[in-house]
């Protein structure tokens, strides 16, 4: 998985597996931690290997905020965080997210992993959003 993320581009940077951030008095694990150059943020990833629960968003903008609390540097942008699940409920998707300011995207896997292309655009998407919004 880490070289098929690393394939999306050669701004992302392998930051490390099964990073751990401090919450209260525990330490929760995040999957994959990738640092992207071009949009200047720490991107978290989360593997599923079971269909897309809406649990998943308030674990994972968890881990958003204790990175951008105490990981992300001043000059850097807020975290994204991306889902990757075995499958997913559009509409599930679309009722849990509609009120998350959290950028965060959820994806279906398969046996075939993500056209490059289509994760390429929706993070070229975002930063564009960044680059608006600042």
């Not at 499958?87 to 998350?100: F, G, H, I, K």
């Not at 075939?112 to 993070?123: A, D, G, H, N, T």
């Amino acid at each position: 998985m880490k070289e098929f993320i690393l394939e999306l581009g050669k701004d992302f940077l392998f930051v490390d597996s099964e990073y751990g951030v401090q919450v209260g008095g525990s330490t929760k694990r995040i999957d994959l931690l990738f640092y992207h150059r071009a949009l200047q943020c720490l991107v978290a990833i989360e593997l599923k290997a079971v269909d897309f629960r809406p649990e998943f968003v308030g674990k994972m903008d968890m881990y958003l905020e204790a990175l951008d609390r105490d990981v992300k540097r001043d000059n850097e942008n807020p975290s994204i965080g991306i889902i990757l699940c075995p499958s997913a409920d559009r509409s599930m998707v679309e009722y849990t997210l509609s009120r998350s300011l959290s950028p965060t995207m959820v994806a279906e896997y398969q046996r075939k992993l993500i056209p490059q292309e289509v994760m390429r655009k929706s993070l070229e998407e975002y930063c564009s959003f960044i680059k608006d919004n600042q």
